[in-house]
């Protein structure tokens, strides 16, 4: 019997995890894959988006903040601290769970829940890996299965897959979609030579960033195929196009980064995946995963021809997860909405304290949302379920409506809901 089981360990889950572990829960973290990070390290989320100076429930991100510079895989660039080396990541959030005195099930799959009436009584995990069997189906489920109790269930597989499991109500509709991406990572590039090229090249300050920082080169630039804007590096894209080199959906996106302690890498944030965006459906998506590599191959070659510095560059690292933006999203016991943003209500209880923008990503040309807000709450309702007692979601899958969830979606937001679930739990406890 734990007090908390929380099941997914990406960003919004291993800060309630650790936040739950440090108060002194008995506390369980299940993640599918190998490593913890979700967004940051299998999909190569980086970096994580400031969201303004007013938040709330951040002490697991200053933490994560400080044992990653510890170890050299953070930095503070144009004023934000979220710049994470995503490899360094894995063993820093290792480390944290350790500390918290955190158990965690690495490479382990839910297969089904246990309820009584409205409460969440148990969790079914797959005790070990499926392969080939001589025994029945029927036989292998009862023998590899094994149901572990706990007082309180946090979601947060992104998916919202144990409130899918305990048949919660849901919030999404048709139509309501966004492109995904797929990141990916070159190294070998001479960052100092790009960046003073880049400098030059592009003098919108709004758009295009370098900065030394003691002795390390950080930069940032973009472009995107959208029209209300006078990009610098349009006529690459164009060019690129007209010969071959890219397909014109390939430009639909584009922006770079550097990643701290990579002296020679720059990640991508693209390509973003207009042509697939049905995120539930596994032959969508699975359509979108080998159409994303391929733009990356086009992409990788662009930048070799057309960036200075890129010359001797090569793909070292495609993420292992899609970046999606919006799934599922739980009914919970309060559904926040794009008006609560706009009119920044304040609420009994937040757990969230943000400006980030209202940030919807399009799959047309010229149609994206990018606007920008003042401080807004998101209250603790929003994150417990409306159909199981002690079933609580943190992360992209809250209950909110599809426009507002396009603000609370990141990774500075995930990191609040987590701890701030904690807490709420922790002070039930007592």
Same mark, same amino acid.
């Given at each position: ?32 894959? +190998? ?7 299998? %999909? ?11 938040? +709330? ?19 503070? @660039? ?35 829940? +246990? ?75 001479? =960052?100092? @030579? ?15 960033? =370098?900065?030394? +920082? ?45 990643? %701290? ?14 042509? @697939? ?10 359509? %979108? ?24 560059? @090569? ?116």
């Amino acid at each position: 019997m734990y007090d908390v089981i929380v099941v997914g360990g990406g960003t919004a889950g291993c800060s309630a995890a650790y936040t739950c572990g440090k108060l002194g829960l008995k506390t369980l973290l299940i993640e599918k894959n +190998i490593h913890l990070g979700g967004t940051i390290t299998s %999909a190569l989320v980086v970096p994580a988006m400031k969201s303004g100076e007013h938040q +709330i429930n951040t002490d697991f991100y200053k933490e994560l903040i400080r044992e990653l510079h510890s170890i050299g895989g953070q930095a503070t @660039y144009q004023n934000n601290p979220g710049w994470f080396n995503p490899e360094l990541t894995k063993i820093a959030l290792d480390t944290l769970m350790e500390k918290a005195n955190v158990e965690v099930f690495f490479d382990t799959h839910i297969s089904d829940v +246990i309820l009584d009436n409205r409460t969440l009584k148990a969790i079914v995990i797959s005790k070990e890996m499926l392969s080939v069997y001589n025994d029945t189906i029927e036989k292998q489920n009862k023998e590899l299965s094994e149901p572990i109790e706990a007082r309180y269930i946090i979601d947060a597989t992104g998916n919202c897959e144990i409130g899918k499991l305990c048949g919660c109500k849901f919030l999404e509709e048709k139509n309501e979609n966004q492109p995904v991406s797929l990141r990916f990572m070159m190294g070998g590039v001479d =960052v100092p @030579y790009f960046a003073e090229w880049l400098k030059s090249y592009d003098t919108d300050r709004n758009v295009t960033t =370098v900065e030394d +920082i003691n002795g390390f080169i950080h930069l940032s630039t973009a472009y995107t195929w959208d029209r209300e804007k006078k990009w610098a590096l349009a006529p690459l894209f164009e060019d690129a196009v007209a010969k071959g080199i890219l397909k014109d959906h390939d430009r639909n996106y584009f922006q770079i980064f550097t990643v %701290a302690g990579m002296p020679t890498t720059i990640a991508f944030n693209c390509p973003r995946i207009i042509d @697939y965006t049905e995120t539930l459906d596994v032959k969508n998506m699975s359509k %979108a995963l080998q159409l994303a590599r391929k733009n990356i191959f086009r992409l990788a070659n662009f930048c070799r021809i057309y960036l200075p510095g890129f010359q001797n560059a @090569y793909i070292s690292n495609i993420a292992d997860m899609l970046g999606i933006r919006v799934s599922r999203r739980i009914k919970g016991k309060y559904v926040y909405t794009l008006n609560d943003i706009k009119s920044r209500k304040n609420f009994k209880n937040p757990v969230v304290i943000s400006n980030y923008p209202v940030d919807v990503h399009s799959e047309k040309r010229d149609s994206s949302t990018l606007d920008i807000v003042k401080d807004y709450q998101l209250p603790l309702e929003s994150l417990m379920s409306a159909d199981i007692e002690n079933l609580y979601v943190a992360g992209r899958c809250l209950s909110a409506d599809y426009m507002s969830q396009g603000a609370l979606r990141v990774q500075a937001s995930c990191f609040s809901m987590g701890e701030a679930v904690a807490k709420h739990i922790k002070s039930i406890l007592s």
